[in-house]
């Protein structure tokens, strides 16, 4: 999703405290057996004794102005109780509220600054990981209620099966199968009727595209001061730097951030375009971008015009010429 360790199954993010992320990578190391419906190993027994320690450790050495963005800190209640208390999809939903808060009114891009959003991120995926943990025997009886919850697999829309859990509208048992937990209602695979869904086709086709603006986006939004969208193509990467600062979304927008990447994929900005806008920000003339990119000028002028306003840098240093 950002730019962060590879690991198997619980994102650490690149600039963790390292006493929380090495907590995280022993709780991975551990963790088979349990799962939010074991009754032998519930998943929180595990948070409480992996992770509540190092949260503590970690928060007992920040300052205070931090303490009111991480659930529990500085109040002698321990994370796993939080957790406990609100239930693991409340946690995240509390989590992202405060993590967007500190953004907004706190984050000033310091050091500090920068792994306190890391460390917020990881918690964030850690708590994420342990809602969608399968036990390690299921049974199948349960099935439809151990399935996994959340986003749309090609949006920022909740899945059928989530909206539902989230009490929007009322369905019958059978219905309630039927229910996807991949897709939303505007890109699940077939209608009612049996058709194939022309949204869904398109979105499958993207879904590489898609998954590469979401990470780059995701990457940007969390260090906003310098470019970090590692596309391996410095005008990109200026261009989605200056996109991110011209609006208000920060990396705890989660669903805002899958809107965008689709709404990218969607409309076909490709890296050659996204060039093309950083050059015309950088105040380049479509011949001189033509001549910088080493394309036709009828080319240059051809693909602006197949961008949508919304993809252009505001304000702009000077119109095309």
């Known amino acids: 999703m950002v730019d962060m360790k590879n690991t198997s199954t619980i994102a650490i993010w690149e600039g963790c405290d390292p006493t929380v992320s090495d907590a ?10 349990y799962s939010a419906s074991a ?3 519930p998943i929180v027994q595990l948070v409480e004794e992996l992770i509540d320690p190092a949260v503590a450790a970690y928060t007992e050495a920040l300052p205070s102005r931090y303490l009111g963005h991480v659930p529990g800190a500085g109040t002698g209640v321990a994370f796993s109780e939080i957790t406990q208390l609100v239930g693991l999809d409340a ?3 509390l989590q992202r509220k405060l993590l967007r808060a500190f953004i907004l009114t706190e984050d000033a891009q310091s050091e500090t600054d920068r792994r306190f959003i890391a460390t917020l991120e990881t918690l964030i995926e850690l708590v994420w990981a342990c809602q969608r943990k399968q036990p390690a025997k299921r049974d199948v009886r349960g099935l439809n209620g151990q399935r996994l919850r959340g986003f749309c697999r090609f949006c920022g829309t909740l899945a059928e099966l989530a909206s539902y859990a989230d009490g929007e509208g009322a369905r019958g048992a059978d219905e309630q199968l039927r229910l996807s937990n991949l897709y939303c209602a505007a890109h699940r695979p077939k209608a009612p009727n049996g058709e194939w869904n022309p949204a869904y086709r398109k979105a499958k086709r993207s879904v590489g595209q898609f998954d590469l603006e979401l990470t780059r986006l995701s990457r940007q939004c969390a260090v906003r001061g310098m470019a970090q969208a590692n596309s391996g193509d410095e005008l990109v990467d200026s261009y989605i730097l200056h996109y991110i600062l011209g609006q208000t979304l920060h990396a705890a927008d989660e669903a805002e951030l899958r809107n965008l990447a689709r709404q990218m994929a969607d409309s076909k900005l ?17 011949s001189e971008i033509a ?19 919304v993809f252009r840098l505001k304000p702009p240093k000077q119109s095309v010429r």
Request: proline share 4%; aromatic share 8%.
């Open 91 to 93: 946690m995240v939903r």
């Open 270 to 286: 490709s890296d050659r375009k996204k060039q093309m806008l950083m050059l015309l920000q950088l105040d380049f003339n479509q």
């Open 39 to 41: 009754k032998r190993y």
């Open 291 to 309: 001549r910088r990119l080493g394309i036709e000028r009828q080319a240059v002028s051809k693909a602006i015009a197949s961008i949508p306003e």
């Open 24 to 33: 995280v990578t022993r709780f991975m190391d551990c963790w088979e057996p």
